[in-house]
Every structure is written in structure tokens, then in C-alpha cells.
């Protein structure tokens, strides 16, 4: 009885969600946006950088007069959330963020409405990233991308290391000056993943794990445990990039924006450079869909609409340091030239991916 109701519930909600979308699909965007006003609110469940992006709403809100509501709460809760609320007849959500390699986790045509087939202009908007295709459910709004900061004023721009010899040789003659993280960020791991694909030339496109393929990373393993008295583990993200600042160390794994956001802040030295080593380094970005159920859904595509144009992005890279996801938005004030964005590496899929971490730990930090 239970699993009838449940069932009926589902199909019910399917038909109330499908018959909104296409009530929008046969509107005119003046009349998708009449009806946002009067909707007069969205709720944007996004789980970082909560209250700088308050602010950066701001002109949405100004602009259309719709409130947007950003609650607090963990990328992990947003997602338990979404799936809890997958048969309700209306959820919670108007507006849901995540990371683009989510997008190979979910059902995305059962969870989420096509943005492709209700957004009035597509063109320019990323809706693939990393080898990831979105097919239309999201588009990306956030870009960012993991490379090396340093300190300029002891690397000299025509000396940066672009490939494994490159950092040994680094090391060598500037020991203790070069570090990275292994956890609490995944700016470290995203370093000497590549440094393990360029070395051992696994395969990192598959997400197949297996004890062969991760033995076959040895040569990578070895290179690391030969160089160790050379560089430093730092303890995160943030620990790595105050370093610099400091002083202390000369060179390390970054995130773009994450950097960024600091030098705007003033938490870190505004001298502090990056770049994108030519052997790659890992990069996406992250995604926004509405769901099916959602509560205000013209207010909804409205938002994403917003967040996803041109000139939002171009204000995205300004104030944080993103990417630009859109290929009319100007992106000067990156801190990489765009021509370095060509290497960009996805990241490896899981399971392979948490099993090359696990290997790591284990056969070089756990020796040191």
C-alpha cells in the first residue's frame, strides 16, 4: 500500500512539475519575467562563500526586484536536501549549485528541468566543462582552476617549472622552498596526480581502479620518494598559500580563485603570482540546475539566466577571481592568461581517483 501511495505521489508530482515547465515553454521571456516579479523571491542553495555572494546578488535583486534567499548549509546537506525532497510535490529549491562532476552521479533529466530548452539565449553559456557534458540540465557560473602560485620576487617568470624534471630540478637547488598539500584541499592532489599521470602515463581519463593499474603509477611513486628531503607537506589549501605570503616557501599548489579571494581580502601578499604549468593541472568549475519541484521556478530561470550572462560573469572574475563560464565575458582580471587555460586537465574519475589519493598517502607520505 505504502509503495502505491509513494508511487502515485511521484507520478503526481511528475505531472504538476511537467506541466509548469511547459507552461513556461509556450511563454514569451517578457512574460517568464513578468511572472518572476510577481513570484518576488528565489532560493539559491549554493554552500560556499555564502555571504560574498549575498552581496553579489545584489544587482539581480535591484535589477528585477526578486529577493534571493541564500541559506546556510554544507554542499553535503544541500545534496541530501535534493534527494530527500525528489517526490515532493514542491520543494525547497529554486535554485541548486554543485560541483560539474556531479552531473555523472544523477539522474539529470529526471531530477532536473532542461535549461537548454527554456533559457531565451544559450550561446556563450558553458554547459560542457572537463569533459563533463551537462546536455542542457546546467550550465556552469563558477570557474576555477588549480595551478602554481609563487613569489615573484624569488622565481623569476622565465624559470617557471613547466614539467617533472622541471620541479626536481627546482627542488634540488632550492630545497625545503617548494611544498604541498595531500588533504584539507585539493589543490596538492591535483599536483601530483599529474605529476603521476605525466611520469607513469597511466590512463587518468578512466575512472577503472584496479591493484595493475595502480601499481603501474611506480615510477611516479619512486620519483616523489627520491626527491623527498626536497619539498615540504604542508597542512591545506590556505596553509600552503600563507607560506608564501610569509615567505617561508617560495612555490605551491593553488586554486585560482580560492587565491584570489584572499589577495582581494587582504589576507595574503597582492604580489603573489599563478600560472598553469604546461604538464596540466586539474580545472572545472560549478554548476547551477532548478529541479523539477521547485517553488518559483520563472524567478528560478530568471536567476540562472543572470548568473550564467556575460556581464555576470565578467563581474564573477573581477570579484573572485573565476574563470569566466560565458565566451563573451572579459576575463582580464584573471590572474592566468587565457591562452594558459588550454591546460586544463579534468580530474580523474572514481573510483580511480580516491584510489590513486589512498595510493599516494600511503607509498610517499606515510614514507617521508
Known amino acids: 500500500m505504502l509503495k502505491r501511495l509513494s508511487a502515485a505521489a511521484l507520478a503526481l508530482a511528475t505531472a504538476t512539475s511537467m506541466a509548469a515547465a511547459a507552461d513556461l515553454k509556450s511563454m514569451s521571456w517578457d512574460d517568464i519575467v513578468a511572472q518572476a516579479k510577481q513570484e518576488g523571491e528565489v532560493t539559491w542553495f549554493v554552500w560556499y562563500l555564502q555571504d560574498d555572494l549575498r552581496n553579489a546578488v545584489k544587482p539581480f535583486e535591484e535589477k528585477y526586484g ?12 544541500n545534496i541530501s536536501k535534493l534527494l530527500a ?16 562532476n556531479s552531473v555523472n552521479d544523477w539522474d539529470m533529466p529526471a531530477m532536473f528541468e532542461s535549461l537548454s530548452e527554456l533559457v531565451p539565449n544559450t550561446d556563450g553559456r558553458t554547459g560542457k566543462l572537463a569533459g563533463i557534458d551537462g ?15 609563487y613569489d615573484p620576487g624569488k622565481v623569476a617568470e622565465g624559470e617557471l617549472p613547466q614539467t617533472p624534471d622541471d620541479f626536481a630540478a627546482f627542488w634540488a637547488a632550492n630545497p625545503e622552498k617548494f611544498g604541498f598539500n595531500y588533504e584539507k584541499g585539493g589543490s596538492g592532489p591535483s599536483y601530483f596526480e599529474n605529476m603521476l599521470r605525466v611520469i607513469s602515463g597511466v590512463d587518468f581519463t578512466s575512472g577503472e581502479s584496479s591493484p595493475e593499474k595502480l601499481a ?35 612555490m605551491v599548489p593553488a586554486w585560482e580563485d580560492h ?14 603570482k599563478f600560472y598553469i604549468p604546461s604538464m596540466g593541472m586539474n580545472g572545472g568549475g560549478n554548476g547551477v540546475a532548478i529541479p523539477k519541484n521547485a517553488p518559483n521556478k ?22 573572485f577571481g573565476t574563470a569566466p563560464m560565458h565566451d563573451k565575458a572579459d576575463d582580464s582580471f ?17 573510483p580511480f581517483e580516491k584510489d590513486v589519493k589512498e595510493y ?3 607509498n610517499v607520505i606515510l614514507e617521508r
Do not use: C
Open 66 to 77: 526578486i529577493k534571493v534567499t541564500i541559506p546556510e548549509g554544507t554542499l553535503d546537506g
Open 85 to 100: 525532497e525528489r517526490e515532493r510535490d514542491q520543494g525547497d529549491i529554486d535554485v541548486m549549485a554543485f560541483g560539474f
Open 135 to 149: 546536455n542542457g540540465y546546467t550550465f556552469a557560473y563558477w570557474g576555477n582552476q588549480t595551478g602554481i602560485a
Open 216 to 250: 603501474a603509477l611506480q615510477p611516479g611513486i619512486d620519483f616523489f620518494n627520491q626527491h623527498a628531503e626536497n619539498y615540504l607537506i604542508t597542512a591545506s589549501n590556505s596553509d600552503s598559500i600563507t607560506r608564501v605570503s610569509d615567505g617561508e616557501l617560495w
Open 259 to 272: 587565491l584570489a579571494g584572499l589577495q582581494k581580502r587582504g589576507e595574503v601578499r597582492s604580489d603573489i
Open 298 to 319: 520563472a524567478a528560478a530561470l530568471v536567476f540562472v539566466d543572470w548568473l550564467t550572462s556575460a556581464d555576470t560573469q565578467t563581474a564573477f572574475n573581477r570579484d
Open 334 to 350: 584573471a590572474l592566468v592568461p587565457a591562452s594558459q587555460r588550454a591546460y586544463r586537465m579534468p580530474w580523474a574519475p572514481n
Open 360 to 362: 599516494f598517502i600511503e
